[in-house]
């Protein structure tokens, strides 16, 4: 856990199993953010639409890292939930979700979100720096996040935190033209 260094309203932490409806009201939330078309693969409406079960298994998955996710997340300091980021482990030999081969054990980061209120803060970094330690504390090789092309504000803030561009590119399903980024961070 911690929080950042400028801003000591902040906790950054794991989440808990019972936390299932804070899970499913801050991803309702993002799914609202005005470029969450650019964001988000998933839209607002399929999302409303899962029943509370969803919800319960996705958070009892995420909150202790044994089924290789881990979701973390931010609180203000009424306790609210700002931000969010999950890690995937994808394992080398396997196939990632569009069908490309998995070549090292890396980990994946998705479900990056920040309220607007909280962003530019340094609350991202701190946030991230949560995530990106469990992965390398599980041994992965690298960590990955793919970006589209048009999100230039996360891009930045990607690069700042030292992920980099691998010159790999996701074609977007059911969006012709449209193209994201694999960035990714080499294990120091
Ligand atoms: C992506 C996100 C988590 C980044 O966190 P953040 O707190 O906004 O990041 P920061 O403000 O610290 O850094 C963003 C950088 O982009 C810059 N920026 C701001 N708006 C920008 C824009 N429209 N285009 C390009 N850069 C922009 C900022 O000035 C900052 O630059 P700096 O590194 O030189 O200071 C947050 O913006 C967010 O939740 N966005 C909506 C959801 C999303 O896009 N998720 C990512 C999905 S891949």
Redesign the pocket.
């Known amino acids: 856990m911690s929080s950042p260094d400028s801003d000591e309203k902040y906790l950054v932490r794991a989440i808990r199993a019972e936390e299932w409806p804070a899970v499913k009201a801050l991803r309702l939330r ?1 799914l609202r ?1 005005p ?2 078309h ?3 693969l998933e839209t607002y409406e399929d999302a409303a639409a899962k029943p509370d079960s969803f919800w319960q298994e996705r958070a009892a998955k995420a909150s202790t890292g044994e089924t290789g996710v881990r979701q973390f997340v931010a609180q203000g300091p009424d306790g609210e939930w700002v ?1 969010s ?1 999950t890690v995937l482990l994808e394992e080398a030999g396997t196939t990632d979700w569009a069908g490309f081969p998995v070549e090292r054990r890396q980990g994946h ?8 209120e ?8 701190v ?2 720096d949560e995530a990106v330690q469990w992965a390398w504390a599980i041994g992965v090789e690298r960590i990955r ?4 092309e048009d ?10 935190v030292g992920f980099l561009p691998t010159g790999r590119t996701v074609p977007l399903a059911g969006k012709p033209g449209e193209t ?1 980024l694999e960035y990714a961070l080499e294990r120091p």
Request: hydrophobic residues 45%; proline residues 2%; aromatic residues 12%.
């Open positions: 993002a953010d470029i969450a650019l964001a988000f931000g980021v980061l998705v479900g990056v979100y920040v309220r607007p909280h962003r530019g803060c340094g609350l991202t970094e946030l991230f996040l793919i970006v589209h999100n230039g504000r996360a891009q930045r803030f990607y690069r700042r994201e």
